[in-house]
């Protein structure tokens, strides 16, 4: 179901960036890149999303390659509460009702 | 502005008995999707609904599950006769008319005994 794919865990040091990847390679035009974290069992969380051109918000960047075939998700100074499973989804939301949430990168940040 | 708001957080049903699970959306909002969770797994999507429609279906079990949204008040998430295997981490999301974000409530944690 998941059109993406994402490594199972990461560990970043308190204070680095944390580079996130996903990889994407059967995007169609209009789907767009999500990303979503779940920090413990809370409801997934909304960070940021983009089509075609790099996106950045308050929370982060998102890194969208030419082909759009893949991206990544960039916190810029990940602190211990940036642990959580970050989750990379692609969706069209003109005909695509659902999110597929597939197992999603473990980041933990050491201190 | 209020988020989603999902009750109640927690939900202990002894086998056999009803359970029913609320969802408001976001002020604004009028699509309202449910997705459960099992333990150790990714949210899995059951239900998109509309005011008083169901949209889509597709991801809820075909018995003893029923999802509604009724033009005034929460859209509710019904299980009957629950079994030890409903016991899970129900997620409501909610979206204005173009759908493009789905923001997450805080979850209704089901325990079946």
């Known amino acids: 179901d998941a059109k993406t794919t994402q490594p199972t865990s990461m560990d970043c040091a308190e204070g680095r960036a944390a580079n996130l990847p996903c990889n994407h390679s059967?995007?169609?035009?209009?789907?767009?890149v999500y990303w979503y974290r779940q920090i413990h069992s809370q409801g997934p969380q909304y960070i940021i999303h983009?089509?075609?051109n790099n996106e950045t918000n308050e929370m982060a960047s998102l890194i969208i390659t030419e082909d759009r075939k893949s991206s990544t998700l960039i916190l810029p100074h990940a602190t211990l509460r940036d642990t959580a499973v970050y989750y990379c989804?692609?969706?069209?939301?003109?005909?695509?009702?659902?999110?597929?949430f597939g197992t999603g990168t473990s980041l933990t940040v050491i201190p | 502005n209020a988020g989603v708001m999902q009750n109640p957080r927690h939900l202990v049903r002894r086998r056999g008995q009803e359970a029913r699970l609320r969802c408001s959306p976001m002020?604004?909002?009028?699509?309202v999707y449910w997705y459960r969770q099992l333990p150790e797994e990714g949210l899995k999507f059951m239900v998109y609904?509309?005011?008083?429609?169901?949209?889509?279906e597709s991801g809820m079990p075909k018995e003893r599950f029923s999802a509604e949204f009724p033009k005034e008040g929460p859209s509710i998430l019904r299980i009957q006769q629950v079994v030890r295997g409903d016991s899970a981490a129900y997620f409501c999301?909610?979206?204005?008319?173009?759908?493009?974000?789905?923001?997450f409530g805080p979850g209704t944690r089901l325990l079946v005994l």
């Open positions: 999301a909610s979206t204005d008319r173009y759908q493009e974000t789905q923001y």
């Open positions: 059967t995007i169609s035009g209009n789907e767009y």
């Open positions: 983009g089509l075609k």
């Open positions: 989804i692609v969706r069209d939301p003109l005909t695509g009702n659902q999110f597929y």
């Open positions: 002020k604004g909002h009028s699509h």
């Open positions: 609904l509309q005011k008083e429609n169901i949209i889509d």
